[in-house]
């Protein structure tokens, strides 16, 4: 099965930025989307980001839009999330999923995500 590991989180002040790293392997598909989610203890999971591998379109919700970038590097099977601007609201368990990918974009909504990460905390204090 494929394998999806994050990194990269920890405790930084408001204001400041971290990147996530989410590296995959065992992975068996041609092509994939790339989601990045967050939960926070008492609230429901909420999709940040994803990218379509084939093509590197992404996705953003309104409420890290302009503050969270996305990025892909195919060669390392490595997928980022570039976080800037970081708010005590932003305080969660990210983790990275991964599904086969689609003629959809991955922000449509159509993909259930088979593959799901440990997780990384990220602790933004104010």
């Known amino acids: 099965d494929v394998q999806l590991v994050e990194s990269g989180g920890g405790l930084v002040q408001a204001g400041g930025s971290l990147r996530l790293s989410c590296a995959a392997s065992?992975?068996?598909?041609?092509?994939?989307?790339i989601g990045w989610f967050r939960q926070a203890p008492g609230k429901e999971r909420e999709r940040v980001s994803c990218?379509?591998?084939?093509?590197?379109?992404?996705y953003y919700a309104d409420s890290v839009k302009g503050r969270f970038t996305i990025s892909s590097d195919n060669a390392k099977k490595t997928v980022y999330l570039q976080i800037n601007s970081l708010k005590p609201e932003d305080t969660a368990v990210y983790y990275c999923?991964?599904?086969?990918?689609?003629?959809?974009?991955?922000?449509?909504?159509?993909?259930?995500?088979?593959?799901w990460g440990q997780g990384t905390q990220v602790t933004v204090s104010s």
């Open positions: 999923a991964a599904e086969r990918g689609g003629i959809l974009p991955c922000g449509s909504n159509y993909y259930e995500y088979s593959y």
């Open positions: 990218i379509r591998r084939s093509d590197g379109s992404t």
């Open positions: 065992r992975v068996t598909f041609d092509d994939s989307v």
